[in-house]
């Protein structure tokens, strides 16, 4: 997605559609990285009007920084088959491919190399890069990591931490990569949200605990309530 080249609702249409095809997202937080990847924003709008219940999409361009820019549309611009509705069985679906034996498997083992082979974030990243996979971390304010998504673009999965098990929890990378996070972070700024992810470089068994979970929860509330407000913070300024 190239802002600068004009016919954004062409562009983003295309990329929306392709990513439908290609990839399998099973939630709608693991779509949105995987847009925001190719310079594209998504946005869900639920709520009441009058008694009646609405849900929607909104999609818009990004910058290669990851800021918004140009006026989002709704999906309905588009058609019917990438509003919320239709998000709703695509998510379903995928989740059902994604349960297949072995499917995950070959993605596992990647990330599963790249740990036992890395000792900070960029080199994990970059190495994943190499094979085909991009990692996007995203931290709370004070600099903690409380969710990883991984994006595999020769198998067309996209997958959060959580999903691929226990030794892939925030908590875990969190605690892999704690003395880099002291020394000095390499961050990006995407649509708000503070991540670090491979994507500049192709631009360029640890123990669990359910508090880990509790805490992964309460810092993505945290995030998304953040997250509105930042958002409705640039769409006055584009105003």
Known sequence: MDYQKGDVKQQVSSTVRSCLRYYRCASFG??????????????????????????GMIYGALTDDGYGIGTP???????????????????????????EPGVLDELWEKIADGMARCSNRTEFCERLHDKGVDAVFRFNAAGRIYGVTFIDHEQGIV????????????????????????????????SGQTQFSSKESFRSGQ???????????????????????????KRRHLI
Do not use: M
Not at 34 to 51: K, P, Q
Not at 87 to 99: H, I, M, V
């Open 30 to 55: 693991e779509w949105r990285t995987l847009l925001e990847a190719f310079n594209v924003s998504a946005e869900e709008r639920t709520g009441t009007i009058d008694g009646r219940d609405y849900a």
């Open 73 to 99: 549309f709704k999906s309905s611009r588009i058609g019917k088959d990438v509003g919320y509705e239709a998000l709703q069985r695509y998510y379903e679906r995928s989740k059902t491919a994604l349960k």
């Open 159 to 190: 997958a959060n931490g959580s999903l691929l098990g226990r030794n892939f929890s925030a908590n875990v990378f969190e605690q892999q990569f704690h003395a880099e996070e002291k020394g000095g972070r390499v961050f990006q700024e995407s």
């Open 207 to 233: 123990s669990f605990h359910p508090l880990d979970a509790v805490l992964e929860l309460a810092d993505v509330q945290a995030y998304e309530v953040e997250q509105q407000r930042i958002r409705r913070r």
